[in-house]
């Protein structure tokens, strides 16, 4: 009989985890953390990976999600940084207006450096919307419109000068060959009082998120003129053209994704890339998403690393083209 010694299987269990065989256990305590108050887009991240994770048995325990408001992301970019960097069971939601803000500086002292980049679940995409009885029946109309009389346009959108949706009205302005900071933006609280100028006349153009706009499409409220996508989105917008079918180089994905602390071991950190490409793979996560308005867009590690930090370098230019 072969008789194993207690320290030749503590030595045989060391060994196997620094050869990498060993598979490591998952987050104790698994927490999402959304940057703002319940019920906005990192809240909706975070429900994302809490839900599909338990729902494909990634995480065997519910995850908890916690919210910590203050500067879109901000302060719970800057806490993360500070008080959580080798948290391992701690995963932070963030969106392209994420490495938007940092590409502006609005994240304080840290860069997108400062953070290791997880992955995305999802993406939604920009959209530009008239009323429904507005004679612009496709993006040409409205470039060429615009190009021809842009202090008649009122472009609304639900964030403040320098979000997304400014950046994507400042992208109508540079297709119309137009100064961006000369563009009559109007500055509203969400998507809903977007809709609300538009129907009431108020303004000619919103620029919003297809997801909370399609509905309003569908209806015959509004029209969506062209999607901010590579391709064209499938379901109740198969039959909207992209910018880029249309002839513009408009594209503006609004990806939504995770982070994790800077000193976050290799370990815990490819644990939570493991758990997220087996997840993404399932029809269960499938319905998850799409349940939440969210389109396949799935970028993990390194991959989702180099999206971020190239979408900062672009922003960066766009910001400093659009006088931000």
Same mark, same amino acid.
């Given at each position: ?35 703002? &108050? ?92 008239? %009323? ?43 297709? %119309? ?17 977007? !809709? ?81 490409? &087996? ?20 970028? !993990?590690? &390194? ?12 922003? &960066? ?8």
């Amino acid at each position: 009989m072969i008789r194993i010694s207690k320290t030749m299987l503590t030595g045989a269990i060391f060994a196997a985890a620094f050869s990498g065989t060993f598979a490591f256990a998952e987050p104790t305590k698994p927490e999402c953390l959304a940057g703002a &108050k319940p019920g906005g887009g990192f809240d909706l991240t975070c429900r994302l990976a809490a839900n599909g994770l338990l729902e494909t048995k990634e995480i065997k325990q519910p995850m908890a999600v916690t919210y910590m408001e203050g500067g879109v992301g901000a302060v719970a970019y800057n806490h993360v940084i500070s008080k959580r960097a080798k948290d391992g069971n701690l995963i932070t939601a963030a969106s392209s207006g994420s490495a938007l803000l940092l590409a502006q500086g609005k994240f304080g002292k840290y860069d997108e450096n400062a953070v290791r980049w997880l992955g995305a679940l999802g993406a939604d995409y920009g959209v530009l919307v008239v %009323a429904a009885d507005s004679p612009y029946k496709t993006l040409g109309d409205l470039v060429t419109a615009y190009k021809a009389d842009p202090a008649s346009f009122a472009i609304a959108g639900g964030g403040a000068v320098g979000s997304q949706d400014w950046m994507k009205g400042s992208l109508l302005a540079k297709a %119309a060959g137009q100064d961006p900071k000369k563009m009559r933006y109007v500055a509203l609280e969400g998507g809903g009082a977007v !809709l609300t100028a538009l129907e009431g006349g108020h303004v000619k153009v919103g620029s919003g998120d297809a997801a909370e706009m399609v509905k309003h499409h569908v209806a015959g409220k509004i029209r969506i003129l062209a999607v901010m996508a590579p391709d064209r989105l499938p379901g109740e917008l198969a039959n909207v053209p992209t910018a880029k079918e249309q002839g513009f180089d408009i594209d503006w994905p609004v990806w939504r994704g995770y982070y994790v602390g800077k000193d976050v071991s290799d370990e815990d950190y490819n644990w939570w890339v493991n758990a997220f490409e &087996k997840m993404s793979k399932t029809p269960e996560f499938a319905k998850e998403r799409e349940t939440r308005g969210l389109f396949e867009f799935t970028l !993990l590690g &390194k991959d989702f690393e180099e999206r971020v930090k190239s979408d900062v370098t672009k922003f &960066k230019v766009l910001a400093k083209e659009s006088g931000m």
